[in-house]
């Protein structure tokens, strides 16, 4: 039986001390050394956002107790709350903003705290309909402060959801005749615990009944839920809200300058729209670089087939690019050059559409010279004050990118169905921004700037294969090791034909890395404490397969010579792999084999 501690740290922070990706260690032994092997060894961290020390945590895997995390030696660590529940703060953000991003709904979230301790509460704002929502962390319960309940009851918010357990007073039912509670609840997925929000509807006399918030919705009044629609009073709206212009892209939890471009334009956004607000950016950003820049660039950035626009398009498009451009600042048209080098022939048109002249005595080319110059001491400060982070990480990216689509490579051999779809996706992506990168080199420090703030308001492709390798789950070689466990439990043998065939039980085919490597990977570490699990397949008569020598030399085993030796070894550790894995486990005899590099008994 597992012994429990409440002392023990059960949750860390994938990647980094900063993140916000939560993972719970289970506590059954062959779980959490599942999660050990998917993420490695130095991929958990008592994170900042959990109130830890943000040092990096070891995954304790444990027969007869809880598995859990723990600090390395020597670290010190106040952080106060250690349990399951310590993170639903983190779980609680996520399913928000994957939810409001399935509804089709713009939208910002804040995760704020009253103490030190916890964190209290979600903000949700939707601009359209125009909501404010607010989500209590559910560990919180009862002890919210008095004020809490006085937001809940003022209409500040279009609805608060609260805890569980929160009292509150009976006139707060008085206006609709229900309220809206906040609980999590566990969930397993991949083989990985989560923690899922669950939405209550708290009606007198029918107590609590709870919905997943995938079942509830935004209206133009605030959340609704399954029970709540069924006990709203006629005339009160409860149809799902439909935004006129729904976000293309999932938002971000900041917001973008487009997005506020945008959300100060009336409507919705045309691609000519677009394409004047990326324009207009590119350019402030070559007069901060000191470069001008050219039409078929132009065409690039703006989606538009520029090279097709007659002399009346033109205008129309640089003059609304110029639009915004107060009277006493330079245009910023006049940093686009032709394919010869010079001004492009219609910008006198422009200045004179947006009530300006050029001063009698200047060419075209001259008077476009003078105000490059005047627009790059304008946006010297600019250049100074801009943070080079966006350039960074894609410099970052770009040297990395290699070596993740060789990783990537080598998962493909492994992957199953599902699995190998994704990561081909990933690696197609990649190595299309791959070549995009490059390309934007050769035409100056400004369009790769520019290019690369760009793409990291979007989710950067290399980032994306990143995330697709960290999270291979190996599933079909999960599913082999899980067949040969059974096998083991059962204190039986299976041969080849059971795995991988027509009637196989993991897969209708052998994986690209072949039979040898697969079984090797599937074992993980092989120790003098762990029995070999592929000496558990046999032929049908029951002897070591074809591949037995060579699955115990890459394994690190001694290559027998002769065929009744190789049968004892394999009958040796079919008897420790049913000893190992027998409820209750048995005593394993002793392995019959020796490692390289090791005298024979």
Known sequence: MISSDSRLVKVAVLGSRTSDQPIILPAVHDDALRLKRRYGSDAFWCGSLLGGCGGILTARVCHGRVSHFAHRPGDQCRRRRTDEDSADHLYLHQEVRRWLDKCGLDHRLELRRQTKEDWTYLDAFLPSPGLRLRFYCPYVGGRLPRSSIEIAASGAYDDVVLGEHTPVPSDMYAGRGYLFRLRMVDDRRDNLWRRRVQIGSDIPGRGVEWRYLDECWITKAGLMTPVAADATPPGRVVEPYRQPNPPRTAPQATTTRDTQRRARSAGPTTPFQEAVFNIRDYLQHCAAHRETTTWDDLAEISG???????????????????????????????????????????????????????????????????????????????????????????????????????????QLEYAGAKEHQELARAM????????????????????????AQRESEQDNPVIALERAVQQFGGSLLESVQRELVRAACRGETVTLADLFGPQGRVASKLPAAGLVRTLVRAEGMVTDDVPILSALITTDSGDPPPEARAILATLGFVRPVSDEVLGIVWRQEHQRAWAAHATPPRDMPPRRIPRLGQHRP
Not at 320 to 348: F, H, Q, Y
Not at 430 to 442: D, F, K, P, V
């Open 304 to 410: 538009l087939n520029l090279r097709t626009f007659d002399r009346s398009r033109s205008l129309v498009l640089l003059s609304s690019v110029d639009a915004a451009t107060p009277a006493k600042e330079p245009l910023l048209s006049v940093l686009i050059r032709g394919s010869n080098g010079r001004p492009l022939p219609n910008l006198g048109d422009v200045t004179r559409s947006l009530g300006r002249s050029i001063p009698q005595g200047y060419s075209l080319t001259d008077w476009c010279e003078e105000q490059s110059r005047l627009l790059f001491v304008a946006h010297k400060k600019t250049r100074a004050q801009h943070s080079n982070a966006s350039l960074d990480s894609a410099r970052r990216s770009a040297d990395r990118i290699d070596s993740l689509l060789a990783k990537a490579k080598q």
């Open 428 to 451: 197609k992506n990649a190595r299309a921004w791959q070549n995009q990168w490059r390309l934007t080199g050769r035409r100056g420090v400004a369009h790769r700037t520019w290019w």
